[in-house]
């Protein structure tokens, strides 16, 4: 499938299809895959408020709820990715969902901006995607490939929010 492919907006009827299923549903983020334009900034907004529950959660139990949430996005992207013939249409957003979460767990006990700087530095890398994200993203394919990709990004993203937050301690 060609990137054009990817860029194709749904029809009523696909996106009606997308939120029939609980594949869909999930894989579009609730809904918010849904968006006109920024899909992906768009899912990334939604995910902090699922996140915020996860906040009062132990670290272990969010690596729990991530490692869940990671192989829920692969069975569930796949499906909406066959469903829509497309292999990772800029709708399926559960990938900014798990991305974020895994970006956002330095903030976990850290002051409130860290949440805006954790998602400022997903969006960049899961944008930007430098290697071996880019890697990810071109060699994978199915829901495996549209979940990889953001969780690399997302662990880029951690990596440097902790620093940050060491440094800034």
Do not use: Y
Request: with cysteine.
């Amino acid at each position: 499938m060609t990137a054009s492919a990817e860029r194709k907006t749904l029809t009523s009827a696909q996106r009606r299809a997308l939120l029939a299923t609980p594949a869909g549903w999930i894989a579009c983020g609730f809904g918010s895959g849904l968006a006109p334009v920024a899909q992906g900034s768009c899912g990334s907004l939604a995910a902090i408020l699922p996140w915020l529950l996860l906040r009062e959660l132990s670290l272990a139990a969010n690596l729990a709820v991530i490692v869940l949430g990671f192989l829920l996005g692969v069975w569930a992207c796949e499906r909406a990715s066959r469903a829509l013939g497309v292999d990772d249409h800029r709708a399926l957003v559960w990938d900014e969902f798990v991305g974020l979460w895994i970006a956002l767990l330095p903030a976990l006990l850290a002051p409130w901006w860290a949440v805006f700087a954790g998602f400022a530095l997903f969006r960049l890398f899961d944008v930007w995607k430098p290697w071996p994200v880019r890697v990810f993203d071109r060699r994978l394919h199915g829901g495996l490939g549209v979940m990889v990709d953001d969780v690399v990004a997302g662990v880029f993203a951690a990596v440097v929010l902790a620093i940050a937050l060491h440094f800034l301690r």
